[in-house]
């Protein structure tokens, strides 16, 4: 430095600009740098997952409602407490307790929602009461919606509210990356995995999915990749990126690999119940009492309110196995302590907005069904669309029709390209030219495919479609 003063201290963390490179969002910034800005046609959004802009994708009004009405009613103003049950259980006699409302003079019942007579408790509980109760209240509610699809009951203590789905992918790594340890992730994959494994450093390996038989996972490929130090395996269904929806059957397979190989099971189930083939939705939960489920989910895709940003974290895990305490805790009878680690993880985390919290019991008790029903059908419209149009348009071939989710892998064939050597110059000259957004298949793991979102207003999509047809005219080698 000048004048012989000292050299700077601080240097930026560079490994960070490395993770970020590899996610979808990185990759969108560098397309979005392509854009050709003279071309007044409407930008095609076809590389993301937020259909939220599009009018046939709008929220159900019980949504905005119930947040409305959570912000008006100046009850959630305040900061929210990481879990509270464990201070709320020193005010009741259980964790079905009845907790002092500090604003008023009445009480609440959490499992009965009615009010009740005043009860005196400890003035330094009575500060603390009211936080306590809403986080008894909201985790309650997510556990009875999950509850709806399982054989046994999770409880409040079960559950663990996040800033959307991408905090609970945060914490979950964070608490499974001690020295050492490696995890297991599907290719093709949600690559904010990968990104926040490398940022723990928490070695990744990788097994493969089956195009042809529906993306299912490669559990022999799964056996070969773990040893000791494995920690858990994360499945996406329904699939992320590959619209797959994995049946009952296939599910239970993985629960027993990932039992005789000894370690979890991260479900990711962010895209649950949006499906639109002959596979149901099965969460892996289902499958707990065989192998402790970590279940990562979220309203932001159902609901269409991405930006709302309200997840979950649960342990599906009836038999205890995650708990820090118990008799099942371990197979050789040793403590996990892993939901210690999410509540330690989580005192050192932001918290989901707390007014987005308090709409939450109102958006899943009283969404009617239609709702959900409108959503999936245009989806399933869409998934049409996109399967059709795919056939004519020779340079991509698409191995399994979607299910679920919101997108579609299809392979790209480079031999009927002229001048265009890979998946990601594929994509950065189709938005020069047609202002069509796709992502590359090295996004997610699969070099020279294509990940195709379909969840946009159907007219929009068609006209996408076209483009990208138009654009391979153009490239197409000649004969």
Same mark, same amino acid.
């Not at 996040?162 to 964070?174: F, S």
């Not at 499974?176 to 599907?186: D, F, K």
């Not at 946009?456 to 006209?463: K, R």
């Given at each position: ?44 959004? $076809? ?18 409602e ?25 005010v ?18 959490? $499992?009965?929602?009615?009010?009740t ?30 509850n ?36 297991? /992730? ?24 089956f ?15 773990? *040893? ?23 599910l239970? =397979?993985i ?57 979950w ?33 989580? *005192? ?25 029903s409108?959503?999936?059908?245009? $989806? ?40 265009i050597? *890979? *998946? ?14 796709? /992502? ?6 699969? =070099? ?12 929009? $999509? ?18």
């Amino acid at each position: 430095m000048e004048n012989g003063s000292k050299k700077w201290g601080f240097q930026a963390n560079k490994s960070l600009s490395t993770s970020s490179a590899i996610t979808v969002r990185g990759v969108l910034n560098l397309l979005l740098d392509k854009l050709n800005k003279e071309d007044r046609r409407q930008v095609i959004p $076809l590389a993301h997952g937020d259909p939220s802009a599009f009018p046939c994708f709008r929220t159900t009004p019980v949504a905005d409602e119930a947040v409305a009405d959570a912000v008006r009613s100046a009850k959630y103003n305040h900061y929210a407490p990481t879990v509270g049950l464990l201070p709320a259980r020193r005010v009741g006699p259980s964790k079905d307790f009845i907790v002092t409302e500090t604003r008023g003079p009445h009480i609440w019942d959490p $499992l009965t929602r009615l009010e009740t007579f005043k009860i005196v408790v400890d003035n330094a509980c009575k500060k603390k009461a009211r936080k306590v109760f809403i986080r008894v209240f909201l985790r309650k509610s997510v556990a009875d919606y999950l509850n709806r699809d399982l054989p046994y009951k999770l409880s409040p203590d079960d559950v663990f509210l996040t800033i959307g789905c991408t905090q609970a992918i945060e914490i979950t790594l964070t608490v499974l990356a001690r020295p050492g340890a490696n995890i297991l /992730l599907p290719r093709p994959g949600f690559p904010y995995y990968e990104a926040r494994a490398t940022h723990s450093h928490l070695e990744v390996r990788h097994f493969d999915l089956f195009p042809e038989k529906g993306w299912e996972v490669d559990l022999e490929a799964v056996e070969a990749l773990a *040893d000791e130090n494995t920690v858990a395996m994360v499945v996406i269904n329904p699939g992320n990126p590959c619209g797959s929806v994995y049946s009952f059957q296939h599910l239970q =397979k993985i629960a027993e690999t990932a039992r005789k190989l000894g370690i979890m099971v991260i479900a990711d189930e962010v895209y649950g119940h949006l499906t639109f083939g002959s596979t149901p939705f099965v969460p892996m939960g289902v499958f707990g009492s065989i192998v402790p489920v970590l279940t990562l989910g979220s309203i932001s895709k159902r609901w269409i309110v991405p930006g709302w940003r309200i997840g979950w974290l649960v342990t599906s895990d009836p038999h205890g196995i995650l708990q820090d305490s118990g008799e099942l805790a371990g197979h050789d009878g040793s403590k996990t302590f892993v939901v210690e680690s999410i509540k330690a993880c989580l *005192d050192i985390s932001s918290d989901p907005a707390t007014f987005t919290q308090g709409a939450i019991p109102q958006i899943i008790e009283n969404t009617p069904k239609d709702f959900f029903s409108k959503i999936n059908n245009i $989806l399933r419209e869409a998934a049409d669309i996109c399967y059709e149009k795919i056939q004519d348009i020779p340079c991509i071939t698409l191995p399994h029709k979607p299910e679920g989710s919101m997108f579609v892998m299809v392979k790209l064939n480079l031999s009927l390209l002229e001048g265009i050597d *890979d *998946d990601m110059e594929f994509c950065q000259k189709l938005v020069q030219e047609e202002s069509v957004m796709i /992502l590359p298949g090295i996004t997610v793991g699969m =070099k020279n495919y294509l990940r195709i979102t379909f969840a946009i207003e159907p007219s929009a $999509l068609e006209v996408g479609l076209e483009r990208l047809k138009a654009f391979y005219e153009r490239h197409a080698k000649k004969q």
